[in-house]
């Protein structure tokens, strides 16, 4: 390593905590995703994933397992209702609220699932197979550590 390549590396006490990686890997996902997937096409997978993996959901659910704001997920539903993606409709057992089904996005959501395993792909290539693996079940285990459980 050159002294030029020392001058910019964090220091070892920096590197050494889990959560100053987690973050930094973090970083890089966002921006790999980035280039295989525009933002819109990210907000999209989220949504169409929870309607095809949960079935009918209020737009208020959608935000509440998603972790989206009310506006946003109105917008985001918005689009993808006028691609034909989704159906929005009142609810009939609650008047005030629409519940938002899957129409013709799974073909959509096909797409968006290859653009993301490209991501995926070249975020971990350092990784073989089972470390990806690895990597994936360790992290779902400190998430599920941090994650509120319903009543």
Do not use: C
């Amino acid at each position: 390593m050159s002294d030029a390549d020392d001058d910019l590396r964090p220091p070892a006490r920096l590197q050494a905590l889990t959560s100053w990686q987690a973050n930094k890997v973090s970083t890089i996902g966002a921006r790999t995703t980035a280039r295989h997937m525009p933002l819109t096409a990210r907000s999209d997978f989220a949504v169409l994933a929870a309607l095809e993996e949960y079935g009918a959901l209020s737009q208020a659910d959608l935000g509440r397992r998603l972790g989206l704001d009310r506006n946003d997920v109105s917008g985001i539903v918005g689009r993808l209702q006028a691609g034909g993606h989704v159906d929005r409709r009142v609810d009939p057992a609650n008047r005030r609220r629409n519940l938002v089904t899957i129409q013709a996005g799974l073909r959509y959501l096909e797409q968006i699932q290859l653009n993301a395993d490209r991501a995926q792909d070249e975020l971990l290539s350092a990784l073989d197979a089972d470390e990806r693996t690895r990597l994936h079940a360790l992290l779902a285990k400190v998430l599920t550590a941090h994650t509120p459980q319903s009543a």
